[in-house]
């Protein structure tokens, strides 16, 4: 017997800022089936839906952010069992940006493994039609390429998530682009400097790597790189997010970023 959208309470939580998605439309935005939803509904794996009228249960941004983030687990080879240990350690306040940002943590582990798209399984996923503009602009972004049938795409996943967050965020894309060369700019010369410090830790100061150094020094060198770069993408993460918050404090002249 399939369990109803408009059981539960009649608030979606903390998760979700503006529940207006009903379960077909949060299914086809996450890409996945409602059977799906419902059954990681039945699980805990996330709130309950808003009810609006008609008792028919209404989804967020929250929903989705956790959708998201329970396909990325499950890609990595968690069980559900697991996954409903990880989500029960997150904070219950966690926003759709915080979820987001999960997201992102978990997805920087896996190999990048480009996939095909159609334009209306892309639409799907926005929520709406995709002008041209729209696939220019996720084109710009390196969450999709052209291939030589036009309506298939070779699409990142990874990066599609933010691409279509992106679509009607109301800033030029020019903006957009400068703001992803300024990250990547700064995160390259971050990893160039970290590299070296890491680099001198395993090679020594009086240790030049072309004079090598045999399995050992090989060994050293992936252990450091397995135990240190979570570590390091987690400090950075929490640097940038406190960095942002000074940012907007200033900006907005108080002592609250919102």
């Known amino acids: 017997m399939t369990t109803p959208d408009n059981e539960g309470p009649t608030s ?14 949060l299914a086809a ?28 249960g209404h989804y967020g941004p929250g929903h989705l952010s956790r959708l998201a983030l329970i396909e990325e687990l499950q890609h990595h080879g968690m069980t559900l069992s697991a996954i409903e240990r990880y989500l029960r350690q997150l904070p219950a306040d966690l926003s759709a940006d915080d979820l987001a940002i999960h997201r992102a943590l978990v ?20 929520g709406r039609e995709l002008s041209d503009e729209d696939v220019d602009r996720l084109a710009a972004l390196h969450a999709l ?25 109301p800033i030029d894309l020019e903006t957009i682009l400068a703001a992803h060369t300024v990250v990547l700019e700064h995160s390259r010369s971050v990893a160039r400097e970290l590299g070296r410090l890491f680099r001198d830790e395993v090679w ?54 919102g």
Request: glycine share 8%; hydrophobic share 35%; no cysteine.
């Open 29 to 56: 935005r996450a890409g996945v089936t409602v059977r799906t939803v419902r059954f990681y509904g039945t699980r805990g794996l996330l709130p309950p839906p808003a009810i609006g009228p008609r008792r028919v």
């Open 145 to 169: 390429e052209r291939t030589d049938r036009p309506d298939v795409f070779r699409v990142d996943p990874g990066v599609l998530h933010l691409g279509l967050r992106l679509l009607d965020v």
């Open 107 to 126: 997805a920087s582990w896996a190999p990048e493994a480009p996939e095909e798209a159609t334009r209306e399984q892309l639409a799907r996923r926005a």
């Open 204 to 257: 020594g100061p009086e240790r030049e790597p072309e004079s090598g150094g045999g399995a050992e020094r090989v060994a050293a060198k992936k252990s450091l790189s397995a135990d240190m770069q979570p570590l390091v993408v987690q400090a950075l993460v929490i640097a940038f997010q406190r960095s942002m918050k000074q940012e907007l404090r200033a900006w907005y002249g108080t002592d609250d970023a």
């Open 12 to 25: 979606e939580g903390p998760t979700s800022e503006a529940p207006t998605l009903t379960v077909d439309e």
